[in-house]
C-alpha cells in the first residue's frame, strides 16, 4: 500500500512540474453573446458570417478572444557551489530514512502442526532411579 501511495505521489509531482512549465492558447469565438467556437491547439473557427458584407452602419457582432496561460519559463537550480557538505549530509541521510520506509520483511513463519514430539531412547527416570514422590 506505502508502494502504490508512492507512486501515486510521485507521479502527481511530476505532473505538477510539467504543468507549471506548460504554457498554451486558449482562443474563443463568440457571435453575439453565444460562444461558437473554441480552441486550444490552433485558430478558433469563425461563424461563417462574412463581416466585409456587413455595412458600416451596422455593428460588428463577432468577436474574438484569446487567452494566453503563460507556464514557468525557468526552474529554481542550486548550482554545485553551494551545495555543501551539511547539505550533502542531509540529502544522504533523508535517502536512507526514506529508502528504509519502503523495505518489506516477510518472515517464513513454520508450523509444526502435523509434527509428533521426537522419540526418547532412554527413560531418564529409570536410569537414574529418581522419582519423585
Keep these: 500500500m506505502k508502494q502504490i501511495f508512492s507512486k501515486i505521489s510521485s507521479f502527481s509531482l511530476v505532473l505538477l512540474v510539467f504543468f507549471s512549465t506548460f504554457s498554451f492558447t486558449v482562443e474563443k469565438h463568440f457571435c453575439g453573446d453565444f460562444l461558437m467556437d473554441v480552441s486550444f491547439i490552433g485558430h478558433a473557427d469563425d461563424c461563417g458570417m462574412d463581416m466585409g458584407k456587413v455595412s458600416s452602419k451596422k455593428k460588428n457582432c ?5 487567452h494566453h496561460i503563460e507556464g514557468q519559463d525557468e526552474l529554481q537550480q542550486t548550482s554545485a557551489d553551494e551545495f555543501n557538505f551539511s547539505k550533502q549530509q542531509f540529502l544522504v541521510s533523508f535517502y536512507i530514512s526514506y529508502n528504509d520506509l519502503f523495505i518489506e520483511n516477510e518472515s517464513k513463519k513454520t ?4 509434527a509428533s514430539p521426537p522419540d526418547i531412547p532412554l527413560d531418564y527416570q529409570v536410569l537414574y532411579q529418581s522419582f519423585l514422590i
Design 62 to 66: 463577432c468577436k474574438d478572444e484569446v
Design 111 to 114: 508450523t509444526y502442526k502435523d
